[in-house]
């Protein structure tokens, strides 16, 4: 089945470590994101890659750092620098075209110990 | 500047009430394009509706129907004869034209109790 594929599902980390989550698609979409959610608020923007070794930084870009090196894969790194990293993170992808309608992954939920 | 707003943070009701979910926009653009997606408890969120700013004509899907109406810059969703596994956080998205980027309301959490 195609989809997004996010993983681990959760994941707890001590202060002042690196922390990669992955994400994998199966849906040939050229474009895909990382998006954080925190209780009570929407869904922001981190970075975005519209094409294979290419990235912008999204809203809140500041202490993550991301890699695009194959089309179905779009790796997001925690760095310690970023200060409150509890929450949770979600993939997606979008199709072809300007506009078009965005694909989630189920998910990670990060938790700093 | 673009923003979505969803006033209501929770919604709560009886199974088989009709509940309608507000959202308002704010864009500079003319040509842009709303969302509407819901996030079950098991997390992903999944795609309901996408309409572009020209396409003012409301939508029914079952028990689903969209209200678009420019002046007001509103994109309500009224769900028909509730049922339990409506339960979940609603959110509204824009996106501007030549952008993928989605811009998400704060989200409304509806509760359908049986």
């Known amino acids: 089945d195609g989809g997004i594929t996010q993983s681990p599902k959760y994941l707890f980390r001590k202060e002042g470590q690196n922390v990669t989550l992955s994400c ?7 474009a895909m994101y990382w998006y954080r959610q925190d209780p009570g608020q929407g869904l922001r923007l981190i970075y975005y890659s519209q094409i294979v070794n290419d990235f912008q930084k999204g809203d809140i870009a500041e202490g993550y750092s991301v890699s695009r090196e194959k089309k179905e894969s779009f790796p997001l790194t925690v ?7 509890t929450a949770f993170y979600l993939c ?3 199709m072809p075209g300007l506009n078009t309608e965005a694909f989630f992954g189920q998910g990670t939920r990060l938790t700093v110990v | 500047a673009q923003k979505v707003t969803q006033a209501q943070t929770e919604i709560s009701v009886v199974e088989k009430e009709d509940v ?16 509407w997606y819901k996030q079950p408890p098991s997390g992903e969120l999944v795609f309901l509706i996408r309409r572009n700013s020209f396409d003012e004509q409301n939508e029914i899907s079952g028990r689903y129907s969209w209200n678009f109406q420019k002046s007001t810059s509103s994109f309500n969703f009224t769900i028909t004869a509730s049922q339990v596994v409506d339960s979940a956080v609603y959110f509204c998205a824009l996106s501007e034209t030549g952008y993928n980027k989605l811009i998400f309301g704060a989200g409304t959490r509806l509760a359908v109790h049986p």
Do not use: G, M
């Open chain 1, 24 to 30: 994998e698609q199966n849906l040939n979409h050229d």
């Open chain 1, 79 to 85: 760095t310690s620098a970023q200060k409150n990293p």
């Open chain 1, 92 to 94: 997606a992808s979008s």
């Open chain 2, 20 to 35: 309608t979910l507000d959202c308002v926009y704010e864009t500079r653009d003319t040509t842009y394009y709303l969302f």
